[in-house]
């Protein structure tokens, strides 16, 4: 893992820091490698319920560090370039990975949150924001276009008109204008603060429910009526023969709160 993605355990939450304050947590090749490793490592521990995401220092993430990128000329061709086993290339799937997780991710946005840096966030399931946080699909600045997943988590957002808008004219928004424009899930003063308290209510709920809610609407969110019945009910069948459904079904019954155990294999 890079040295500059830090990755903590606070009982069963995973705290992911992107940890480079003094460039605003700028992403370089070793960190978006880091990213990667970090969503691997808890996907494999079943014990884990929530994730938060957060950047030390005043920023979350000022987007690419192009003047890290650019001294690697071969490795950013090497990054850009998909494998082809799969559909995503290295910046892609640095960001995408978090979508994937099987247990819900949470945000902590502030300061700069830019470019790559607002892509990573837009992956996560939500997004705890502060007031002044300075929000913004960038790449237009830069003779660019988004390409590290924001297209397809913005269209789940906003209409087709504004997300052009914003990123063909770089807009910088606050956190608050975010939150009208339905971006950021919550505005709050310490967001890292009401992103851990999120984490841990949802960790309180059986990992078999949060990974196949998670799974069921990314799945469903454009698909066709029958698919998405389809899709109902076969994550349902799932959960109805794990542990955890029973164990949820126990405590109900008797008024307790359920104790559960480790995310079940097959989801």
């Known amino acids: 893992m890079s040295k500059n993605i830090d990755l903590a ?46 950047g030390a220092g005043e920023a979350f993430c000022a987007g690419l560090d192009f003047p890290s990128a650019t ?15 799969k559909t995503r290339n290295t910046f892609q799937e640095a960001v995408w990975c978090w979508r994937e997780l099987p247990v819900p991710v949470v945000a902590a946005v502030h300061g700069h949150c830019y470019g790559g840096g607002l892509q990573i966030a837009l992956a996560a399931d939500f997004r705890d924001c502060a007031p002044d946080a300075r929000l913004s699909i960038m790449e237009s600045k830069w003779g660019m276009v988004p390409d590290l997943t924001g297209t397809l988590t913005l269209r789940e957002l906003l209409p087709l008109d504004i997300a052009k808008d914003l990123a063909m004219h770089a807009t910088v928004l606050s ?39 998670k799974r069921l609407f990314q799945v469903n969110w454009h698909a066709k009526a029958r698919r998405a019945f389809r899709n109902e009910r076969a994550i ?6 794990s542990d955890n459904y029973r164990r949820a079904l126990r405590a109900n019954f008797a008024g307790k709160k359920a104790e559960f155990g480790p995310r079940s294999k097959w989801l």
């Open 9 to 54: 355990f606070d009982g069963p939450i995973a705290v992911v820091t992107l940890n480079r304050p003094d460039k605003y947590n700028g992403l370089t090749l070793d960190m978006l490698d880091g990213l990667i490793d970090a969503a691997r490592r808890i996907r494999r521990n079943r014990d884990i319920r929530a994730v938060v995401l957060h």
């Open 71 to 85: 001294k690697q000329p071969w490795r950013v061709a090497r990054a850009f370039m998909r494998n082809p086993f």
């Open 175 to 213: 956190g608050e204008e975010a939150k009208d424009l339905n971006l950021v899930t919550r505005v709050a003063d310490d967001p890292l603060a009401a992103a851990m308290e999120r984490a841990r209510r949802l960790a309180e709920r059986s990992p078999d429910a949060m990974a196949g809610t």
């Open 236 to 241: 349902q069948l799932r959960i109805l023969v």
